[in-house]
């Protein structure tokens, strides 16, 4: 019998603190149905994919591969490292490869040499680099040490014989993606709808228009976009909610779509109504993630009112920055607000959010222009304003000496959310790399900016006050100026708030590296039978959970206390007193509004009746809290309690995500759940209407860039 060539392929996730979910490896999926259709003698090949750590180790353990390959991205660069250095102890003949667009096009040379266990990276297009590697390999030719000088198109080594780096064609790529075969329609990912952990994912495009300098979709080489057919991408979607249907597990109901510009091609219309049209017959999906076309017009909100009950974040319009030298800076350019003004009116008709991210860090913003550009998409009442540090990420134009010296930029690291485990003895810790200084803002000023970040998260994106910033954003009063107030009383406070406060700029100051070796060492060590790395969380939700579970009394007064300071700034002293009553009522109905989940834990949580001045329910759902309040008073009476769909959703994330700590399950619901899914329902008293959510996951938005 012919010894077959067994590879491994590998697109990782860390699954040591976090059950996911995680996506299909589509990307293996492609490598693997190339292969096996252009390869002279499929037959003889065994290619085998993972997406666990544990899984590959017992499997490189038990029966070494010929080929190991893994996928390189910011969130499992240590972790594949690992791999790598185990297989080459345990089997010093595998040949050991990497690709992906974690990958820095420059000091190639130092790149291999810093990592002796890697063969070859497959750099680009990976289905050409992947096949030519496995052609080589089979003909007895794959030899990194040779004296001949060989080079392969899509990939690049180290040849130790010559000492020079080779490198073949980088540049092509596929006109007609239809030469990849579907690795969804030929059955090769069959395995993975088995995971509930797992999401499906289909790209039906590759490549982006846009040179955004932070991003690896903004080389040039992905300049054009490419399509997948309209048939095929229509039989993919139709193929998974078939095998949803036929399941008797059923798997995510997520749908992850990959491409970078959801709604720019007419054809999205179509794709969207299938997606539709599955949701409908199948119930699959229930929820999908896209990134949207960035110029969001008239077509992109059709698409979105197509998907409109599988969309929990609504339309996104990613501005990331509001300021115009930074987005030249950037080589971005944005739809005008006064343009986004018009098609908001729209978006508002089809009953529709909006979503938008502003990247803090960027190279040439100041502090002031960060501040000024909150203000304005709080002004446009964007639903969600999602902020997140500016990451150098590996593959993109800012990540390269030139661009880093002409902006001064410098940088730190910093663990990665649940980027950490011990696998099979290996200890992985990930790592980020953030931007904490530029030419125009101090590593100060950045780190100032970063309660700023965490309050705009927990008052307005994650909802907990966000009836009191609207009801102050009538009053004339910003939430960012209305935040920037509250951080000026606290970092004087002597209360329990401004410890609070203390303990957040703690930590926001302590939880960086010089270099991920220094990060690396620091929390692998193993304290009281536990991975340093376990400790750290995210400051956003982590906070978040600290004032809703221990401080919303605190909380209540410090609102109220600082509402005085931020009207006395713009009205006589009347206007508090006047507005005294109301305010401190739509404070209450924030802390009241909020479910306790060791309540449901202990199964204690009781229904409550409470009088209220305004009816925020629906005021918040009639005009998205932009109508004039006074239209909502007369005292109300407002029901709070759990609808059944509702506890169940929440039951359902806790036996998901079953930590001890309620804090960490608190965590976790914060980004799995829908945002109104931790609130009660609310019911007045006399009127049927009541406001029960009926959204079923947050969209994966919230696997969050948020810090
Ligand atoms: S950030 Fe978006 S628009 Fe810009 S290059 Fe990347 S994918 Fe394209």
């Known amino acids: 019998m012919v010894k077959k060539i067994k590879v491994y392929l590998g697109s990782m996730s860390h699954n040591y603190a976090c059950n996911g979910p995680f996506t299909h490896p589509l990307n293996l999926g492609y490598l693997s149905s190339y292969a096996m259709k252009y390869f002279s003698k499929p037959d003889e090949l065994d290619i085998r994919l993972f997406v666990y750590p544990n899984d590959i180790l017992d499997e490189i353990n038990s029966d070494p591969p010929d080929i190991l390959g893994l996928a390189s991205y910011t969130w499992n660069d240590n972790l594949n490292l690992q791999i790598l250095q185990h297989v080459k102890k345990v089997s010093p003949n595998t040949v050991t490869i990497m690709g992906g667009p974690n990958f820095n096009n420059y000091n190639l040379e130092e790149y291999f040499l810093k990592r002796p266990y890697l063969d070859y990276y497959i750099v680009n297009q990976g289905e050409t680099g992947f096949l030519n590697l496995i052609n080589s390999y089979s003909e007895g030719k794959l030899d990194k040490n040779s004296k001949e000088e060989i080079s392969m198109d899509n990939v690049a080594f180290y040849n130790t014989f010559n000492k020079k780096v080779c490198i073949g064609d980088i540049s092509k790529r596929y006109k007609e993606l239809d030469v990849i075969p579907s690795p969804i329609l030929d059955g090769t990912l069959d395995k993975f709808f088995k995971d509930k952990n797992l999401i499906p994912i289909i790209e039906t495009m590759r490549g982006c228009p846009y040179t955004c300098t932070y991003c690896a979709w903004g080389d040039d080489w992905l300049r054009a976009s490419n399509r997948f057919s309209l048939e095929r991408v229509i039989s993919e979607i139709e193929y998974i909610a078939k095998k949803f249907v036929s399941s008797k597990n059923k798997f995510n109901g997520y749908l992850y779509l990959a491409d970078s510009n959801f709604g720019m091609h007419r054809r999205d219309a179509e794709i969207a109504s299938k997606i539709r049209e599955c949701h409908d017959k199948y119930n699959w999906p229930s929820s999908i993630w896209a990134t949207w076309a960035k110029n969001s017009n008239e077509k992109v909100i059709e698409i979105a009112s197509i998907l409109k009950p599988l969309l929990q974040a609504g339309v996104t319009i990613a501005y990331e920055s509001l300021d115009e030298k930074t987005l030249e800076n950037v080589r971005r350019a944005n739809i005008s607000l006064e343009k986004f003004n018009k098609v908001r009116e729209y978006i508002k008709s089809k009953g529709l959010k909006t979503h938008t991210d502003v990247i803090l860090g960027l190279p040439g913003e100041t502090k002031d222009t960060y501040l000024n550009g909150l203000r304005k998409v709080t002004d446009q009442k964007f639903d969600q304003v999602v902020t997140f540090n500016c990451r150098l990420l590996g593959g993109t134009e800012m990540n390269t000496p030139t661009y880093i010296e002409k902006h001064g930029i410098k940088t730190k690291y910093r663990m990665l959310t649940q980027g950490y485990g011990i696998y099979r003895g290996i200890k992985s810790v990930e790592n980020e790399e953030v931007i904490l200084s530029t030419s125009t803002m101090s590593q100060d000023e950045i780190i100032l900016m970063r309660p700023v970040n965490w309050f705009l998260y927990l008052f307005w994106n994650n909802g907990y006050y966000v009836e009191f910033m609207k ?48 990060l690396y060492k620091d929390n692998s060590q193993i304290i009281d039978g536990k991975l340093k790395a376990e400790n750290f969380a995210k400051l956003n939700a982590k906070y978040t959970s600290k004032v809703v579970f221990g401080f919303k009394e605190e909380m209540s007064k410090k609102l109220l206390e600082v509402s005085q300071k931020s009207i006395n700034k713009i009205f006589d002293k009347d206007m508090f007193e006047n507005k005294k009553d109301e305010i401190r009522d739509v404070i209450n109905f924030c802390s009241e509004k909020s479910i306790n989940i060791s309540e449901i834990r202990e199964k204690k949580l009781n229904n409550k009746h409470k009088y209220f001045i305004y009816d925020y329910p629906k005021w918040l759902k009639k005009d998205n809290g932009e109508a004039d309040i006074q239209k909502y008073n007369g005292g109300i009476n407002i029901n709070f309690y759990l609808s059944k769909e509702k506890l169940n959703r929440i039951s359902e994330a806790m036996e998901i995500h079953n930590y001890k700590d309620i804090y960490e399950v608190h ?16 019911k007045t008293d006399g009127s049927d209407s009541t406001t029960i959510s009926t959204a079923k996951d947050k969209g994966i938005t919230n696997w969050s860039l948020e810090s």
């Open 471 to 518: 009801y102050m954003q009538q009053l004339g009063i910003n939430p960012i100026d209305f935040i920037l107030d509250l951080m000026d009383n606290l970092k004087n406070s002597k209360d329990k708030m401004g410890d609070l406060f203390a303990e957040f700029m703690k930590e926001s100051e302590e939880e960086w590296y010089n270099s991920p070796e220094e």
């Open 667 to 682: 965590m976790k619901l914060i980004e799995v759940l829908h945002t109104d899914d931790l609130f009660y329902d609310t």
